[in-house]
């Protein structure tokens, strides 16, 4: 079975030791995307999900929570929570 996901404010994922960690987190959807990606803040940082699979898109405004593996973009370094089925 997966480790239980380890609770993490969105300002937090910038740590080194966050990166590769199954982690819960959660924020306002800043950007709804396309179904495929969407992303969160806490009103200060921000953290792109990236969905294996189609989520209906929520509006901008809307408060949620994610699970999932927390990861960089390569190149920008931005924080990616990576979700997939199981996760």
Do not use: H, N, Q
């Amino acid at each position: 079975p997966l480790p239980k996901p380890l609770g993490m404010p969105i300002r937090s994922l910038v740590s080194e030791l966050a990166y590769g960690l199954r982690v819960r987190t959660w924020g306002t959807i800043t950007d709804p995307g396309d179904g495929y990606t969407f992303t969160i803040s806490d009103g200060g940082r921000t953290a792109t999900v990236v969905s294996e699979e189609y989520v209906e898109p929520k509006p901008a405004g809307t408060f949620v929570t994610v699970t999932g593996i927390c990861d960089r973009e390569e190149g920008s370094g931005r924080t990616i929570i990576r979700v997939t089925e199981g996760t």
